[in-house]
């Protein structure tokens, strides 16, 4: 059985293996266990640069943020989404 310690080292670790250095500022946003004590729940945030316009080459700093779903009893990464926060 994996903490929730262990669990976000896993998010992170799946997460950075799949985006290599396209993105900044990492941070741990949200933890939950399931309801039924079988999944752990975890959102990552992170910075990117989109472009500020079609017309220009400038960017700006966005936000977003995955969710991953991870088994509890094995520490199995079984999906990774976008989480969208308003």
Not at 17 to 37: A, C, F, M, R, T
Not at 46 to 62: H, N, V
């Amino acid at each position: 059985m994996i903490d929730v310690k262990q669990a976000s080292k896993l998010a992170i670790e799946y997460f950075a293996s799949l985006y290599e250095n396209k993105y900044h500022n990492l941070n741990l946003e949200e933890v939950e266990i399931s309801e039924d004590g079988k999944y752990w729940y975890i959102t990552l945030g992170y910075d990117i640069d989109r472009p500020f316009s079609a017309a220009l080459p400038l960017t700006k700093t966005g936000r977003e943020f995955k969710r991953f779903k991870i088994d509890i009893g094995t520490g199995k990464v079984l999906s990774m989404q976008v989480r969208k926060i308003d």
